[in-house]
């Protein structure tokens, strides 16, 4: 089992940048695909990105491609998020997850195995 625990969300202008990090509990980090979901007050959740086990595959979703950039380092068990030029309609609670499928496989299903318990991102207009 992975325990997730985000970290770095807060309150920024747009235009701004923000980091989120995911620390992961257990030895086996690094057999998991990783990504990152948000949900707006209102609406469903929603894929943002995701990973490979290794970190050589990344995938976006359209609306953040360009902007964020997902990273891994497996030696930490820790993935990030790294957010650029963000909107007021990247608010919402972010939440990092593990999959043991691929990480295109999460793109796709939207799914993941364990998930951690979010973190707030607001971006004021």
């Known amino acids: 089992q992975v325990q997730l625990v985000e970290s770095g969300g807060g309150l920024v202008q747009a235009g701004g940048s923000l980091r989120l990090s995911c620390a992961a509990s257990?030895?086996?980090?690094?057999?998991?695909?990783m990504g990152w979901f948000r949900q707006a007050p209102g609406k469903e959740r929603e894929w943002v990105a995701a990973i490979s086990r290794s970190g050589g595959l990344t995938y976006y979703a359209d609306s953040v491609k360009g902007r964020f950039t997902i990273s891994r380092d497996n030696a930490k068990n820790t993935v990030y998020l790294q957010m650029n030029s963000l909107k007021p309609e990247d608010t919402a609670v972010y939440y990092c997850?593990?999959?043991?499928?691929?990480?295109?496989?999460?793109?796709?299903?939207?799914?993941?195995?364990?998930w951690g318990q979010g973190t707030q991102v607001t971006v004021s207009s």
């Open positions: 997850a593990a999959a043991r499928g691929t990480a295109q496989a999460m793109g796709v299903t939207s799914n993941a195995d364990y």
């Open positions: 257990g030895r086996t980090f690094s057999s998991y695909a």
